[in-house]
């Protein structure tokens, strides 16, 4: 079984979808670690609930970026994480954790990248009026949503579609394709 951590930085849902996939037999993997750079998100009240261990930092209380990936990989090392699986989390990730776990961290992103990076990618595709946005699974590097991509589906944005709705109609999305995705990924079945 691949030895997973999972980061992230608010609800969790993605996290949650993770971890049923597993409990159900979906995805043959193990959470082994939740990351989480705010004290307050609710990821870390799943994560109690569902007796998985966890991590929880905030960044102001390091002098800088490597300060705090040091301590993360030393937690990584620990628990001998073999995959690092990005799941809303707030941060780029530096040269720090990217060294160690190079073609080994993975992203979800709710747009088609390379259309709409960046925070708020939802809102963008919306108010941009496109027909058509989607979700993207891909390698992380050193930029912002710019790493090789592995996989992506599209989501319709229809006639009165409000914001939220595009959201959960994302959302749905990617709670299907991440696991799956995961899947493919811990048993090398990736093209
Ligand atoms: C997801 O939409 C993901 O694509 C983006 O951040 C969001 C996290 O949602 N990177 P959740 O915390 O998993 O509910």
Do not use: W
Not at 119 to 130: E, P, S
Not at 135 to 162: N, R, S
Not at 179 to 185: D, I, W
Request: proline share 4%; glycine share 6%.
């Amino acid at each position: 079984m691949k030895r997973l951590a999972v980061f992230a930085s608010g609800n969790g849902s993605n996290f949650q979808s993770i971890a049923e996939a597993i409990k159900s037999g979906k995805l043959e993997a193990e959470i082994c670690l939740v990351v989480c750079d705010r004290e307050d998100a609710y990821v870390l009240e799943r994560a109690k609930l569902e007796n998985i261990d966890s991590f929880s930092f905030s960044a102001k209380n390091y002098s800088n970026k490597t300060e705090y990936e040091s301590e993360i990989l030393e937690k990584l090392r620990q628990y001998e994480i073999e995959f690092i699986i990005l799941a809303g989390y707030m941060r780029l990730i530096g040269p720090t954790l990217l060294q160690k776990y190079s073609q080994a961290i993975v992203n979800i992103h709710p747009s088609l990248l390379p259309s709409f990076p960046g925070k708020d990618a939802i809102g963008q595709a919306f108010d941009a009026g496109v027909k058509e946005t989607g979700v993207t699974v891909h390698y992380v590097d050193d930029g912002m949503d710019t790493g090789p991509v592995i996989a992506q589906k599209a989501v319709p944005i229809l006639e009165g579609d409000t914001k939220d709705i595009l959201q959960k109609r994302i959302q749905e999305m990617e709670h299907d394709l991440y696991p799956s995705v995961l899947q493919e990924l811990c048993h090398k079945k990736l093209t």
